[in-house]
């Protein structure tokens, strides 16, 4: 079992910077890929980056690329979703989730946070 809790979503205006965090827990989760998606109302959830936790190797839908950036805190077990120079469009819930190949599609995933709202006014 792989347990994740996502946290630091809020409001932030256009052009500004939040940073996310995902503690992770679990017996195996060393193996895992970690990663990130959103859902904005009325859309379906979709893939924003994921990490490899083994070697912290990442992979960013191009949409975030150069404004978002994932790593990780071996020691406390927790991934972090730097995000900067948000968008409106950026506004939805953030998930976390982990599984054992790197995708870009939710089934992939076994294991899921609650999700964190970020909302970005304009």
């Known amino acids: 079992q792989v347990q994740l809790v996502e946290s630091g979503g809020g409001l932030v205006q256009a052009g500004g910077s939040l940073r996310l965090s995902c503690a992770v827990s679990g017996r195996t989760f060393s193996t895992y890929y970690v990663g990130w998606f959103r859902q904005a109302p009325g859309k379906e959830r979709e893939f924003v980056v994921v990490?490899?936790?083994?070697?912290?190797?990442?992979y960013y839908v191009d949409s975030v690329k150069g404004r978002f950036t994932l790593s990780r805190d071996n020691a406390k077990n927790t991934v972090y979703l730097q995000m900067n120079s948000l968008k409106p469009e950026d506004t939805a819930v953030y998930y976390c989730?982990?599984?054992?190949?790197?995708?870009?599609?939710?089934?992939?995933?076994?294991?899921w946070g609650q999700g964190t709202q970020v909302t970005v006014s304009s």
């Open positions: 990490i490899r936790w083994s070697d912290g190797s990442t």
């Open positions: 989730a982990a599984g054992t190949r790197r995708s870009m599609v939710t089934y992939e995933y076994e294991y």
